[in-house]
């Protein structure tokens, strides 16, 4: 049947000794196929008709120690995302781990980072971890010059901060850009994170909703950018005026399901919505709640939501967003 390795590489054991002794010999020896472990079960396995949705109590995996290798830290980089999270990024000098090239690795945390205490110039050890997602294991080496890192003010960044490029703010409007343009938003196929950042360091973009103002003549004027690119671009912003209000309110970051939003017909009415009534929403609890109040009431997306309406975006142009506390 086309299994015969596994009756060759299948042992009897019975204390664990012996379990011991098969697993470092065949990790120490070539074998004919690729493996991480070893596993262990039951002599017989239960019946078909006991079988649960679970880990099986009659099995489990022994996993070999990952490959490390140490590699020194070239650049300590710190991103901020969507929702003002900021983690730490090393980049590394080029190593291989299996049949993979390794350049950075995500540590983390602000919190994580300062722990492990890594600045330029360290020797890190580097393994793969499940997925053949990269990791950090230990500090091999610290470098006697230890340089100053100025990490980003974690308090500065929340949910609500950065809805526009100002100083200090680039990263986050970018990620928020990406976001809305991505397969959780308006679905722009091709509008990449690059697309984004050309836009916004040439000046194009700077507003959540500036993109629906462009042109193809002015898409064209941008370093790189020919006839197709440009073309290409603006039929993707075309296309994601037509998306449904629903996903609008994802695409701005609206802390809900697209599930959830269903019964959500325009953003005049949502704003309006107290706690008491999100709560009615299934896997709406009271934190939940009052963040969806909170995001519907930041005056900085009611900005974004009146350029909404000037686009004639469906769910914003409805009735006037006019707010007495918002400059039109």
């Known amino acids: 049947m086309g299994f015969t390795l596994v009756r060759d590489y299948t042992r009897p054991?019975?204390?664990?000794?012996?379990?011991?002794?098969?697993?470092?010999?065949?990790?120490?020896?070539?074998?004919?196929?690729v493996t991480d472990g070893v596993v262990l079960h039951q002599a017989r396995s239960p019946s078909g008709r006991y079988w649960r949705n679970?880990?099986?109590?009659?099995?489990?995996?022994?996993?070999?120690?990952?490959?490390?290798?140490?590699?020194?830290?070239?650049?300590v980089m710190f991103r901020i995302g969507r929702t003002g999270k900021i983690t730490v990024v090393l980049a590394l000098d080029p190593l291989q781990l299996d049949d993979k090239w390794v350049r950075r690795v995500n540590i983390g945390s602000l919190a994580r980072w300062r722990f492990w205490d890594i600045v330029?110039?360290?020797q890190v050890a580097v393994s793969l971890k499940g997925q053949g997602i990269p990791q950090v294991t230990r500090v091999a080496w610290r470098s006697v010059e230890r340089p100053v890192l100025t990490a980003p003010d974690a308090e500065r960044y929340h949910a609500f901060s950065c809805f526009t490029p100002q100083a200090g703010c680039r990263q986050q409007f970018i990620a928020r850009l990406v976001w809305l343009s991505g397969p959780q938003g308006l679905m722009m196929n091709g509008v990449s994170e690059a697309s984004w950042r050309m836009l916004v360091e040439h000046g194009r973009v700077k507003e959540l909703a500036d993109w629906l103002t462009l042109t193809p003549e002015s898409l064209r004027t941008l370093p790189g950018v020919g006839d197709k690119q440009a073309q290409?671009?603006?039929?993707?912003?075309?296309?994601?005026?037509?998306?449904?209000?629903?996903?609008?309110?994802?695409?701005?970051?609206?802390?809900?399901?697209?599930?959830?939003l269903?019964?959500?017909?325009?953003?005049?009415?949502?704003?309006?919505?107290?706690?008491?009534?999100?709560?009615?929403?299934?896997?709406?609890?009271?934190?939940?709640?009052?963040?969806?109040?909170?995001?519907?009431?930041?005056?900085?997306?009611?900005?974004?939501?009146?350029?909404?309406?000037?686009?004639?975006?469906?769910?914003?142009?409805?009735?006037?967003?006019?707010?007495?506390?918002?400059?039109?």
């Open 13 to 33: 054991v019975s204390s664990v000794e012996d379990v011991i002794r098969w697993r470092e010999r065949w990790f120490a020896n070539p074998l004919p196929f």
């Open 54 to 75: 679970k880990p099986a109590l009659w099995a489990v995996a022994w996993k070999y120690p990952p490959a490390e290798q140490v590699t020194r830290v070239e650049r």
């Open 120 to 122: 330029p110039g360290d």
């Open 232 to 260: 290409r671009l603006h039929q993707q912003f075309m296309l994601a005026r037509r998306q449904p209000f629903q996903r609008w309110l994802l695409a701005l970051g609206a802390p809900l399901s697209a599930e959830q």
């Open 262 to 328: 269903a019964g959500v017909t325009g953003w005049q009415q949502t704003k309006r919505l107290p706690t008491h009534i999100w709560q009615r929403q299934a896997g709406v609890g009271d934190k939940r709640a009052a963040q969806l109040v909170a995001f519907f009431r930041q005056p900085a997306l009611q900005r974004v939501a009146n350029s909404l309406r000037q686009q004639h975006i469906a769910g914003f142009a409805d009735d006037a967003l006019s707010d007495p506390d918002v400059d039109n």
